[in-house]
């Protein structure tokens, strides 16, 4: 996953309020290799660092987004980079086991982190999410891919967001996995954009 400077944080927080709660979708948004992997066999991230994150249009992704979602191995690496780039925007983090948060006193980066764990199914954490939310915006859901299956094998997501960068990986984790046999959903493509680096931004929703 790619994550925004703090300047950039500052520009998303300032425009975090854009849409009416009405219009709250679910939204899967990854960074994806040309052959369809989300990270490497080792599960690490490193062929996103030749990309400059602020010139890829996160800022004004995440300007819409409220609440997130992760599973619990996707917000293990997000700590480990040492970042916490989503703001005090309230996060659910999949887990059967206790979260271990760090001490944001020796961890300032981590002290507007808003963070809660959850073993909910999708629609029932979605539900629970829109229960709990003030603000408008979309709910992000970050990855990874077991969370992603799930969201999708429960036909809860109702738009992609899809940055592909022109890397091959040959292995690694696919951006949908253990998915049953014979599932498919078509999509309808709202739009896509080329942006620096050769990267395709595009945006996909529920047919
Ligand atoms: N390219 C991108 O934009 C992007 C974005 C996000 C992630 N990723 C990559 O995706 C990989 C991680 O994906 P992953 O599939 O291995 O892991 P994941 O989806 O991040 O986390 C899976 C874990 O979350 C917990 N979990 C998930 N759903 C749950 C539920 N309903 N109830 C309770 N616990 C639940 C379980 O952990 P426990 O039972 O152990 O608690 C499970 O093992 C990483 O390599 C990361 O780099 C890439």
């Known amino acids: 996953m790619m994550v ?3 300047s ?5 927080d300032r425009a975090h309020r854009a849409t009416e709660p009405a219009d709250r979708v679910v939204v899967a948004s990854l960074a994806i290799t040309l052959d369809g992997f989300v990270a490497d066999e080792r599960g690490g991230v ?3 660092d030749a990309f400059n994150p602020d010139t890829l249009g996160f800022d004004r992704f995440l300007a819409g987004v409220a609440a997130l979602v992760m599973g619990r191995r996707t917000f293990d690496q997000i700590l480990s980079f040492g970042v916490w780039p989503y703001g005090s925007r309230p996060t659910t983090v999949l887990t059967t086991r206790p979260l271990v948060l760090p001490d944001s006193r020796a961890q300032p980066w981590f002290a507007p982190a ?3 764990a959850s073993a909910l199914a999708p629609e029932e954490l979605r539900a629970s999410i829109e229960r709990s939310l003030g603000a408008p915006g979309d709910i992000w859901i970050v990855g990874g891919a077991r969370v992603l299956a799930d969201f999708a094998r429960a036909d809860a997501i109702d738009r992609w967001e899809l940055t592909r960068v022109p890397v091959l990986l040959a292995r690694g984790v696919p951006l949908l996995e253990c ?3 014979g599932w498919s959903r078509k999509l309808t493509h709202t739009r896509s954009d080329v942006l620096p680096g050769g990267v395709v931004h595009s945006v996909y929703s529920r047919t």
């Open 4 to 6: 925004p400077s703090s």
């Open 8 to 12: 950039e944080q500052a520009k998303i």
């Open 46 to 48: 490193s062929f996103l």
């Open 114 to 116: 808003r963070v809660a």
């Open 179 to 181: 998915m049953p046999s």
